[in-house]
């Protein structure tokens, strides 16, 4: 039997999250670039980010070249920042921003790419697209520690893509209660998902 799936949050009904969503008037345009196996996460964050800011964008797939969407979006005259870390023996040159530079350096008018998926799978993402690891990237460094409790993280150091965006926000917008909805949806939504666990036990 196939089961009702929310048209806006992908998710079956009984764990729909589009009551936890707040309306956020961002400035700085966020575009997610998703891996495949994120759409259909239950646990997954990104489609939190994507509903409440009224700039964002999300695309799906491993390969840029087969997002035409993308593409454009980053043909752009505007600054552009990919958010991911350093990889040792990097062959492209790319420069690295920190928060603070971007702010002095940049006006409002700028992009950031966020990867949406495991580590291994946005690793594979940086792997198969060049003009991935040629963008300027832009340094986080986070002001609390992550709250994620409903998936495993790759470290201590590690955010939710959710969380990634409210630290990116709050920071280069300096308006962290702004961008606090977005923490609350994402732990309304452990808090459904904790419920959920509990029931099926």
Same mark, same amino acid.
């Given at each position: 039997?196939?089961?009702?799936?929310?048209?806006?949050?992908?998710?079956?009904?009984?764990?729909? %999250?589009?009551?936890?969503?707040?309306? @956020? =008037? &961002?400035?700085? *345009?966020?575009?997610?670039?998703?891996?495949?196996?994120? $759409? +259909?996460?239950?646990?997954?964050?990104?489609?939190?980010?994507?509903?409440?800011?009224?700039?964002?964008?999300?695309?799906?797939?491993?390969?840029?070249?087969?997002?035409?969407?993308?593409?454009?979006?980053?043909?752009?005259?505007?600054? %552009?920042?990919?958010?991911?870390?350093? @990889? =040792? &023996?990097?062959? *492209?040159?790319?420069?690295?921003?920190?928060?603070?530079? $971007? +702010?002095?350096?940049?006006?409002?008018?700028?992009?950031?790419?966020?990867?949406?998926?495991?580590?291994?799978?946005?690793?594979?993402?940086?792997?198969?697209?060049?003009?991935?690891?040629?963008?300027?990237?832009?340094?986080?460094?986070?002001?609390?520690?992550?709250?994620?409790?409903?998936?495993?993280?790759?470290?201590?150091?590690?955010?939710?893509?959710?969380?990634? $965006?409210?630290?990116?926000?709050?920071?280069?917008?300096?308006?962290?209660?702004?961008?606090?909805?977005?923490?609350?949806?994402?732990?309304?939504?452990?808090?459904?998902?904790?419920?959920?666990?509990?029931?099926?036990?």
């Amino acid at each position: 039997m196939s089961r009702n799936v929310c048209s806006q949050c992908y998710r079956p009904q009984k764990t729909c %999250i589009c009551e936890f969503i707040q309306p @956020i =008037d &961002n400035h700085i *345009e966020i575009g997610i670039l998703q891996h495949p196996t994120e $759409v +259909k996460q239950t646990k997954g964050t990104a489609i939190i980010a994507n509903l409440a800011l009224n700039r964002s964008q999300i695309w799906v797939g491993e390969l840029i070249s087969e997002l035409p969407g993308l593409v454009d979006w980053l043909n752009d005259d505007n600054p %552009i920042y990919l958010l991911y870390p350093k @990889i =040792d &023996n990097q062959s *492209e040159n790319y420069q690295s921003w920190s928060i603070d530079d $971007v +702010k002095v350096k940049t006006p409002q008018h700028i992009k950031i790419l966020i990867l949406d998926g495991t580590w291994r799978k946005t690793f594979k993402m940086m792997q198969l697209n060049p003009e991935l690891r040629a963008l300027p990237r832009i340094e986080l460094k986070p002001e609390f520690e992550s709250q994620y409790k409903v998936r495993k993280q790759k470290d201590s150091g590690s955010l939710s893509t959710v969380e990634a $965006v409210y630290e990116l926000l709050s920071q280069l917008e300096n308006d962290a209660e702004k961008f606090q909805p977005l923490l609350d949806a994402f732990n309304k939504m452990q808090q459904q998902q904790l419920a959920f666990s509990k029931k099926s036990e």
